[in-house]
């Protein structure tokens, strides 16, 4: 399958501090990125859906101008988490989909971010 | 609204045995559904999916799942467990008309020696 590469996999910064996460398709272009969090031992809930060139769509509460996201090529989508505080400490994930309805969706390793 | 549920929290089996991970739909219109597996600290990977054709599709890793009409299911089999089977496995399925996958809440499946 496609592969999606997510870094940093794992990040301790301190509060109010910026962390930056990158998704790269690597053998596919990507039209839409997705982002999402995940709680120890829950689902994997939606944060935002990036498309190339255009402004991410952020699902309900969540707070656009905490959770920059930038999908500036066709391959490459950031999640920046800015001034950070512990409770946004999770597991990030990545997907990446080449667009069309009936292909699956191919994610990221993960970013464990904590902060402290 | 497009949406799946996954029943069970967690599905304990034997190795060598076989095992049900069970899924249900709920859709407008024709389903486009997924399985995928999470491993400990890692993103998921995809198993398979049902978009047309055979009820019945193969995946990675020797697994397999069946799509049923009429009950609405999709419930993902694998004839033998193996210990490495276990995992978190999410169900999902596409929201009409983007590309959103809706995630079921996961069944975290434990196979035992």
């Known amino acids: 399958g496609a592969v999606v590469s997510q870094h940093p996999s794992r990040v301790i910064c301190k509060s109010g501090t910026s962390v930056k996460i990158e998704c790269r398709s690597l053998?596919?272009?990507?039209?839409?990125m997705f982002w999402y969090r995940q709680f120890p031992k829950q689902s994997l809930m939606l944060m935002a859906t990036?498309?190339?060139?255009?402004?991410?769509?952020?699902e309900q509460g969540v707070e656009k101008d905490k959770f920059l996201i930038n999908h500036a090529s066709l391959t490459l989508s950031t999640l920046t988490v800015t001034s950070a505080h512990p409770e946004d400490s999770s597991f990030y994930i990545c997907?990446?989909?080449?667009?069309?309805?009936?292909?699956?969706?191919?994610f990221g390793q993960g970013t464990r971010l904590t902060v402290v | 609204a497009q949406s799946v549920a996954q029943p069970e929290d967690q599905v304990n089996v034997a190795e060598g045995n076989p095992l049900t991970v069970k899924c249900t739909y709920s859709?407008?219109?024709?389903?486009?559904l997924f399985w995928y597996v999470q491993y400990p600290n890692r993103g998921l990977q995809f198993l398979l999916k049902?978009?047309?054709?055979?009820?019945l599709v193969k995946g990675s890793y020797g697994f397999e799942a069946e799509f049923n009409k009429s009950q609405t299911s999709f419930h993902l089999k694998k004839p033998s467990a193996l210990v490495s089977d276990s995992a978190l496995y999410f169900c999902?399925?596409?929201?009409?008309?983007?590309?959103?996958?809706?995630f079921g809440t996961g069944t975290r499946l434990q196979v035992f020696p």
């Open positions: 053998d596919f272009q990507a039209t839409t």
């Open positions: 999902a399925v596409r929201e009409l008309n983007t590309d959103k996958l809706i």
């Open positions: 997907s990446a989909s080449a667009g069309t309805v009936n292909t699956e969706a191919f």
């Open positions: 990036s498309n190339e060139g255009s402004k991410a769509t952020y």
């Open positions: 049902y978009i047309t054709g055979d009820n």
């Open positions: 859709v407008s219109g024709n389903p486009y």
